[in-house]
C-alpha cells in the first residue's frame, strides 16, 4: 500500500481534534484514520486562522510538522494532494468535490452529508456521471464497518428467518442524521418503494431548519422476494434529549430478532421460540440467548473511520468502489429529504 499523501479540510472534531480525545474508544477523526493507517499528513486547512493555528501547534507537539493553510485552492496548488478529506460542513463539501474531481484527485474522504438541497445533491450527481479519475467515500461509516456488514450479510443469507420488520431510532435532524440508516439500509435491500413522514414531537434545537422526522420507508427485500417496511423514529437532540441513544436497529425475522445497541458497540440476539405464555395457540416469541450466532460475534474493535480509509485506498487501488460512494450517500440522502416532503405535505 502506498504512502498517499492526505490533505484535511476542516480542523474541527471530526478532521483533528477528536484525535486528542484520550476517553474515545475508537478513531474518530480524519487526522487519525491517516496517521493510523500509515498515510501522510500532507496538509491542513482551516477558514478559522485561530482553529488551524491549535490544529497545527497539538500535532507538533506529537511530533507532526504539517503545512497550514486558511484556503483549500492554495493548499490543492502548492500540496497537490493525492487524498483530500472534508470534515468543513456540506456547504464546503460542494464546493471542494467538483474542484478536486476537476483536478483528479485521487480520493476523497467526506463528511455527511454531503448537501442540504436536493438541487445540490442533483448537481453532485451529474457530476459524478462524468467521474472516472477520483474515488469517493463519504463517511456513512456503518458502510464499511465489519460487525454492521456481518449484521447485514446474517439477515440476507436467511439468519433471522423470513425478515418481517426493521425498527431503527436517530437523534435527528433527519438530513443530518438519518442518512447513516438510509446509506447502511441500501446494503441488504434492493430499492425503496414508498416513503411516509410525519413531524416528530421531539424538537431538535441544534438544526432547527432539519427537523426530526417519523415515518415508515417500504423497501424491497430481493433475497426473499418481498417488502419489508422500515420504522423509523427521531430520538431528538434537544437539550433534555441530549442523551438519549442515537442508532438503534432492530431486524426482526421468523426465526430471530438482532437488534443494535449503543450506536453499533453492542448487539442483543435473541431466538423466536414457542411462547412460554401462549404456547397453546403456537405462538412465538423472541427470548434472548447466550448463543450468539458466529457471525454476530464482533468483538474486534470498532475502527469506522480506519476501515473507510482502506476502503478508500482499495477503491483508487483496484478501480473497485467504496463501500459508501457518491451515488450510495446521495440516494441515502435522497430518502431522507423524502421523508422530509412527506411530513410537509
Ligand atoms: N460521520 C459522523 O459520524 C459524524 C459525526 C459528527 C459530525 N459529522 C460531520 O462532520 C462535519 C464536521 O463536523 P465537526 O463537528 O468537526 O464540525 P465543526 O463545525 O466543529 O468544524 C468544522 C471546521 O471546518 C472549518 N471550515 C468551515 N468552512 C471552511 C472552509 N471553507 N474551508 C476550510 N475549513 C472550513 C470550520 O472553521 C471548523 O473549524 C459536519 O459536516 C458533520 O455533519 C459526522
Redesign the pocket.
Known sequence: MTNYKVAI??????????FFDQSLPFT??FVGATIKTGNQLAAL????AE??HSAKKTLEKNSSVVPAF???RTMFDQINPDIIC????????V??IPEAIGRKVKGIYC???LALSLEANDRLAELEKQNQATKIQV???RNYETFHKATLDFVKNGGIGNLQTIRTTYNGGVL??FP?TTALLQKLFDGVKSVSGIYSPITNISTADDPNIDGTIKYYFAPQDRDVNVQVLATGRGKEENNTYIYELEFTGSKGRITILENGFRVRYEEMRLSRIFASSGQTHPYETTHLPLELKADHPRE??IDGMYSLINAIETGKDTDCNLRCALAAEEVAHALALAAAQ
Not at 470534515?87 to 463539501?93: E, I
Open positions: 479540510i476542516g480542523c474541527g472534531p471530526l478532521g483533528v481534534t477528536n474518530y477523526s486547512v482551516d477558514v478559522n482553529a488551524l486558511t484556503d483549500w472534508v470534515a468543513a460542513g456540506p456547504k464546503v463539501n464546493e471542494v463528511e455527511k452529508p463517511n456513512y461509516a443530518a442524521v447513516h469506522f473511520m
